[in-house]
């Protein structure tokens, strides 16, 4: 069944399932507000908020990657932060084994859950309910090809699954080594199956290039006055090796690659931007081809108000 609900002249389509929970979701662009946004809303619903960003459950990554400070929460449970540690890689299935069963806790207390974040694989593995393959880490593999190339990466999985090369993304080396040891031991990468387990509203947060390069910038700097480089510098002091800093990306890479003086601050502050706002166009090719984002104003009051006569509808 679907509900007819109006928003900014156009007419709204909420599915409603009666069989499955209900589960708000927040998504969109970085720099863009979603953590505050989803606090606002979670005051205003008796929401708990769960984290769907890729280096928020790392221990240690606060500023680079945008966690909320105590004072922000404003009292809002919040999970999937800091679960687990930096040394070590956090895959999409543990993210999402953990994500679901903190979901069904928060509904069990009759509290709202809202997934919030940027990280598509990560929310999309919830909102459509991905069924991973059943296959083991190989470590010993996997310690090979960490020392290849993304091109012979990349070469070596058409080898293997033309298929799958055609449409992985070339130049993440985590999802390349994880298709190649899927490959390895199913003869291919088989097509991910859906079973989604929730009843999703689906928001959606964007901007507009220039603002949102304005945005990025102003963020940027914000984050370096409050102590970037000390962060990263506490975490190299805490055994993280600068060739794992610089495979967190984006902030922990290009601060990486300054502290170990192989480029000078202006170049590292310039390219930085720079890559945040091409991660920030790479965040909307997944989520342009999901027609049931509900996107919200760019303005704060309207959007609050958008979002508040969405979710009284979906609830």
Known sequence: MLNLIKCTKNIIRIPQNKKKSKLIVLLGQTATGKTGLSIELAKK?????????????????????????KKEMAGI??????????????????????????IDNILKRNKTPFLVGGSAFYLYSIIEGWQFPQTKR?????????????????????????????????????????????????????????????????LGLK???????KLIK????????????????QLRSEGISWQRLEGLGLEYKWLALYLQNKIKKDEMLEKLA????????????????????????TNK????????????RFI
């Open 274 to 297: 720079t890559d945040i706002y091409r991660f920030a166009k790479r965040q909307m090719t997944w989520f342009k081809k999901d027609e049931t984002i509900h996107w919200l104003s």
């Open 77 to 102: 449970p919040h999970h999937l932060l800091d679960v687990a540690s930096p040394k070590r890689k956090f895959s999409v299935a543990q993210f999402q084994k953990q994500a679901l069963k903190t």
């Open 207 to 213: 901007q507009n290039n220039e603002d949102l390069k």
């Open 218 to 233: 102003i963020r940027l700097l914000k984050r370096m006055r409050q102590g970037m480089f000390n962060e990263v510098k």
């Open 301 to 312: 009051k309207e959007r609050l108000n958008q979002a508040q006569a969405l979710i009284d």
């Open 138 to 202: 190989d470590e010993k593999l996997r310690k090979v090809l960490e020392k290849k190339t993304k091109k012979q990466l990349f070469s070596l999985l058409k080898g293997l699954d033309p298929k799958r090369a055609k449409v992985i993304e070339k130049n993440n080396k985590r999802r390349l080594i994880r298709a190649i040891e899927i490959a390895k031991q199913l003869g291919n990468v088989p097509k991910i199956k859906k079973k989604p387990k929730y009843n999703c509203l689906v």
């Open 45 to 69: 619903y008796q929401g708990e908020i769960v984290s769907a960003d890729s280096r928020q459950v790392y221990k240690g990554l606060d500023l680079g990657s945008g966690k909320a400070t």
